[in-house]
């Protein structure tokens, strides 16, 4: 059974920089596609960042675009997403998510089958 298990989140003042990893286990790390969704309370899970099995493909959602990078380590089976730039309005959970779909990146978190248990990111103003 796939197992996924997030770190690096935590406080950051606004501007500051915080880089996400996320740790699989459990099957080869190299046939799943990966991604990353954040959700804070009362609203929906958001799609942030996906990358394919081989990392030659992403995929971001608009409002991320060029602060974000996604990246993945098939030696170490960890995906990272690298936050610059941060904003009071990235505070949320960051879940880092994967499906064995090496080449499509779906932005419905309900297409994703498996799921870590999150790291909350607080960005203060």
């Known amino acids: 059974q796939v197992q996924l298990v997030e770190s690096g989140g935590g406080l950051v003042q606004a501007g500051g920089s915080l880089r996400l990893s996320c740790a699989f286990s459990?099957?080869?790390?190299?046939?799943?596609?990966m991604g990353w969704f954040r959700q804070t309370p009362g609203k929906e899970r958001e799609f942030v960042a996906a990358i394919s099995s081989d990392g030659g493909a992403t995929r971001y959602v608009d409002s991320v675009k060029g602060q974000f990078t996604i990246s993945r380590d098939n030696a170490k089976n960890t995906v990272y997403l690298q936050m610059n730039s941060l904003k009071p309005e990235d505070t949320a959970v960051y879940y880092c998510?994967?499906?064995?779909?090496?080449?499509?990146?779906?932005?419905?978190?309900?297409?994703?089958?498996?799921w870590g248990r999150g790291t909350q990111v607080t960005v203060s103003s």
């Open positions: 459990g099957r080869t790390f190299s046939n799943y596609a």
């Open positions: 998510t994967a499906e064995r779909t090496p080449s499509v990146l779906y932005a419905l978190p309900s297409r994703w089958n498996y």
